[in-house]
């Protein structure tokens, strides 16, 4: 029996009737805890929206999604967050009006992060001790240099490696990576790669959506395929390309394995 | 005539600067248009009024008069503007952009025709007069000056304990939750708790403005709270440029200061008083058009900035 961390079943998401996640009997797959699985399908196969359940940014219309075996179908995201999940956006997200190193600190559970600690001006300390593990993130994504900048003056592939920098400073169990290399150069590639090999070593579980397949292919343990909601294929990544359904589906006739 | 021109301006100035201070912290800071301003500063004046006024007796019409020290109408001022923030807020702040304003603006209006209908509160339309206040001749000063000072006392320690608030950990995860909610939850924060947290907070020194202005008035009336008040504010801090808090300060004295300086002008008939009050308002208006329109504050800014 393998360990599973994070469940589907069954479940489905309408927009006005039109049923963007979930195909005839609801989506159902699962996890494995310290495993590495890439999610894959063609454009508008439903990937991102079944991020969007899984952090709660939306609820299913049907069906269960469990964490660690809570039920965490109807909880809010921050409720969800705070239960050790993180994921990034296939639009990065950036809080516009701070500083690259503030939108990593607001990454991080900050114990003196209260109007009363504000008021009575304890917090110098507590953040003193956590300005270390922000920039250390920083310095992982290669955006030392940009800390004291504001987050307008950074590039489209600079925000993307921001915004995984404010999920690997929260050190979350399981992590959910939309699109990470889109727009992103091919040394920052290889750099998210190895932080993202070192987090499978660590043991965090990782769930990536990528069109980038030699880049995904090449760290996956599993790989999920969706077409128009509902799962097409399951399997490792050598089945997957041999799978001549998702070849006709999705990596074409002349993919080369 | 000079001298009491200043007073009048820093007084009124000061104590509205209070309601222009906090306005700044719930749109500038915390993304919330609020349009109900004005019933938390009613909220106030009506709280201190009662706790402070003696038992209904004679001809008055209200329920309640607890003849305490003027220090506890002060704290009850603080504590209804916050419960009626609390009340206000919970059911409200899911709402967003103008859906929140056109919901505050309606509970003000609510709250406004309750103070009016509701004789059992403060006599209905008629207010409540004489209200209580303390003597700032028991520390040497005339009435003016007293009260003058208490507005600013007041004002500082508002915009301190603000920058102190917003200059933290704290402040960062307010500007975080308007900048990007969704952002923000995905990393566990509770932004509906934040976002209500900052529309109390920040109106709990409006109650104490409205105490303060019923102490300087003696008098609490529907009339003094009406929608006019929450709009002149909403004026004040788009001409102080409603980013910073000496932002929002320096709009509002310009703004009191200038209408003081109109009904500073004696006049000779009611007529001309009466077209000096309506040419206040039109020139209020253009004023305030002309620093949309030209955005003299932005312009200092990035001259000051490159
Ligand atoms: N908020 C929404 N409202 C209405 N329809 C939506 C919404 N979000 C997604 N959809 C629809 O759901 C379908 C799946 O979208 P989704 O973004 O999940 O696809 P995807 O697999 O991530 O595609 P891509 O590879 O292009 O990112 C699309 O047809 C999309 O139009
Ligand atoms: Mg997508």
Same mark, same amino acid.
């Given at each position: 029996m393998t360990d599973t961390i994070l469940k589907l079943d069954g479940v489905v998401k309408e927009f006005a009737g039109f049923r963007a996640v979930g195909g005839p009997g609801g989506l159902s797959f699962g996890v494995r805890r310290g495993g590495f699985l890439g999610l894959i399908g063609p454009n508008g196969a439903g990937k991102s929206t079944t991020f969007n359940l899984i952090s709660g940014v939306m609820p299913p219309t049907m069906g269960r999604v469990t964490l660690d075996g809570t039920d965490i179908s109807a909880l809010p995201t921050a409720g969800i967050a705070a239960l050790g999940l993180g994921r990034t956006f296939q639009t990065p997200r950036a809080f516009g009006s701070l500083s690259v190193i503030d939108n990593v600190m607001v990454g991080l559970a900050?114990?003196?992060?209260?109007? /009363?600690?504000?008021? /009575?001006?304890?917090?110098?300390?507590?953040?003193?001790? /956590?300005i270390g593990r922000a920039e250390a993130a920083l310095e992982r994504v290669g955006l030392i240099q940009r800390r004291h900048d504001s987050v307008s003056n950074l590039s489209g592939g600079e925000l993307r490696m921001l915004e995984v920098a404010r999920q690997l400073v929260r050190e979350p169990r399981i992590l959910l990576l939309d699109e990470p290399t889109a727009g992103v150069d091919p040394a920052l590639q290889g750099k998210l790669s190895e932080i993202l090999a070192g987090l499978h070593a660590a043991g965090t579980t990782l769930v990536v959506v990528e069109h980038n397949l030699g880049f995904l292919m090449s760290l996956a343990d599993s790989v999920v395929v969706l077409q128009n909601g509902a799962l097409l294929a399951e399997g490792t990544p050598d089945d997957i390309r041999r799978d001549p359904a998702v070849i006709a589906a999705y990596l074409g006739a002349d993919h080369e394995a | 005539m000079i001298q009491s021109l200043i007073l009048s301006t820093l007084m009124f100035g000061a104590m509205f600067s209070v309601l222009t201070v906090s306005l700044n912290l719930q749109y500038a800071r915390g993304g919330m248009i609020n349009f109900g301003t004005v019933a938390y500063f009613a909220a106030g004046a009506y709280a201190y009024a009662i706790f402070t006024q003696e038992p209904p007796s004679g001809l008055d019409q209200y329920a309640f008069g607890f003849d305490l020290p003027w220090w506890v109408g002060f704290l009850a001022a603080g504590l209804a503007a916050m419960l009626f923030a609390l009340v206000t807020g919970w059911p409200t702040l899911r709402l967003r952009g103008e859906y929140l304003a056109l919901t505050t603006f309606a509970? !003000?209006?609510?709250?406004?025709?309750? &103070? =009016?209908?509701?004789?059992?509160?403060?006599?209905?339309?008629?207010?409540?007069?004489?209200?209580?206040?303390?003597?700032? !001749?028991?520390?040497? =000063?005339?009435? $003016? =000056?007293?009260? $003058? &000072?208490?507005a600013c006392a007041l004002m500082l320690l508002t915009a301190w304990l603000f920058h102190r608030l917003l200059a933290s950990p704290y402040g960062r995860l307010v500007d975080a939750t308007r900048d990007d909610e969704i952002a923000a939850e995905s990393v566990g924060k509770d932004t509906a708790r934040v976002r209500l947290q900052i529309f109390v907070i920040s109106a709990i020194p409006i109650g104490f403005a409205g105490a303060l202005y019923a102490m300087i008035t003696t008098l609490v009336a529907p009339a003094l709270f009406t929608a006019e008040v929450t709009f002149f504010v909403w004026i004040a801090l788009a001409l102080g440029g409603e980013r910073t808090i000496p932002g929002a300060i320096l709009g509002t004295l310009a703004l009191v200061f200038f209408q003081e300086l109109v009904? !500073?002008?004696?006049?000779? $008939?009611?007529?001309?008083?009466?077209?000096? !009050?309506?040419?206040?308002?039109?020139i209020t208006g253009i004023l305030f058009i002309l620093v949309l329109r030209w955005q003299p504050w932005d312009r200092l800014s990035r001259k000051a900035g490159s």
């Open positions: 900050h114990p003196e992060e209260s109007p /009363l600690a504000a008021l /009575l001006g304890r917090w110098k300390s507590a953040e003193k001790q /956590l | 509970f !003000a209006e609510v709250f406004h025709s309750i &103070l =009016l209908n509701e004789r059992r509160i403060g006599n209905g339309s008629v207010g409540m007069a004489n209200v209580e206040r303390p003597d700032p !001749a028991s520390i040497g =000063l005339d009435d $003016t =000056l007293g009260y $003058t &000072l208490a009904r !500073a002008i004696p006049f000779e $008939t009611v007529r001309g008083a009466q077209i000096a !009050a309506s040419a206040e308002e039109v």
